[in-house]
């Protein structure tokens, strides 16, 4: 069977799954439950500074199997009160990355200082939300911001930080560089894809934030593109995001160049029994191909022959 624990910017996992942030972890039981489950990792729902109510409903609009546009407008109950939540999951033994959202890079590091205190494996830095003003893509679009933020942040504790990079961006491989200069241990990527959904009934459109964010299947070949590009440009490892939900796109994005992958739509859809079915389903695939190590896949479509 082959060999699905991963090793990269100072973590230790006993597979590449981890649960994306937003989609199912926002209390410290479902925490636990995608780690029972067999997830790798799980992220934390993005915190911010105070707590926020997030948007009015329609939040979420849902396209049979192949995507779901949502915008919660980052809803949360902010880092006073989120602490406990991430206790009850480290309590059921789960390994937990905490996910931040700030709006300038001072506010990022004394959020991601409070988060470190919860004794979080890493931190990931939400710099690509395409839907919250003032936060996400507004703050991680430009190379100078995402270079002063991660420095900001890796100035400030000692856990790995991960920078989370938007594929809303004609450069991704630039921002995940400037990460890179600011001295990230890992690049995240891809957040969700700027999109649009119309009720023709109602002239207007169907989430009533009017604009939000793609995921699922139908963005997993930009994800791809994104991780490609990536790879070519830093020497940082890659956690590749968006439409994995079975071994083989996990293997996809690994070949791309992504040393573990996050999961959030198909844990939407499917439940968090997916995070049983993925590694089982990778084993496999590796095993079929001749991979005594999933590591050993990573980058391997980069390798000319
Ligand atoms: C309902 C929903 C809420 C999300 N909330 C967050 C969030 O709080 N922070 C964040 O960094 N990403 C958030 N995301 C983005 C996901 O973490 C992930 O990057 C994206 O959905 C692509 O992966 P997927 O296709 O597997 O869902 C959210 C996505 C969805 C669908």
């Known amino acids: 069977m082959a060999d699905l624990s991963v090793r990269f910017a100072g973590l230790s996992l006993r597979n590449p799954f981890l649960l994306a942030s937003g989609v199912w972890g926002e209390s410290g039981d479902s925490l636990a439950g995608a780690w ?179 995921s699922g299947a139908a963005i997993k070949p930009i994800g791809l593109a994104c991780i490609w590009q990536i790879y070519e440009a830093v020497s940082i490892p890659i956690i590749g995001i968006g439409g994995i939900g079975s071994g083989q796109d996990a293997l996809e994005y690994a070949m791309a160049g992504a040393r573990a992958v996050e999961v959030g739509t198909a844990v939407a859809f499917d439940g968090i029994s997916v995070f049983a079915r993925l590694p089982r389903e990778l084993a496999g695939l590796l095993d079929e191909l001749g991979f005594a190590r999933f590591e050993d896949a990573v980058g391997a479509a980069h390798t000319r022959v």
């Not at 033994?93 to 890493?122: C, K, Q, W, Y």
């Open 36 to 214: 029972a489950a067999g997830a790798g990792g799980v992220i934390t729902k993005s915190i911010g500074a105070v707590p926020r109510a997030g948007y009015p409903n329609p939040t979420i609009e849902t396209y049979e199997r192949w995507g779901l546009l949502n915008a919660m407008g980052l809803p949360n109950p902010g880092i006073g009160e989120y602490p406990r939540e991430i206790e009850v999951a480290q309590r059921a033994g789960a390994l937990v990355i905490g996910s931040v959202f700030a709006g300038d890079a001072t506010e990022f590091a004394r959020l991601a200082r409070r988060m470190a205190a919860t004794g979080v494996i890493a931190i990931e830095l939400n710099l690509s939300c395409p839907h919250a003003e003032g936060f996400g893509t507004e703050v991680g679009s430009e190379p100078e911001d995402v270079e002063k933020i991660v420095r900001a942040v890796v100035a400030e504790v000692r856990v790995p930080v991960i920078a989370k990079i938007t594929p809303n961006t004609s450069d991704p491989a630039g921002l995940a560089s400037a990460a890179e200069a600011g001295g990230a241990a890992a690049v995240s990527a891809i957040n969700t894809v700027r999109a649009l959904a119309i009720d023709v009934h109602l002239r207007r459109p169907v989430l009533a934030h009017g604009l939000g964010g793609l």
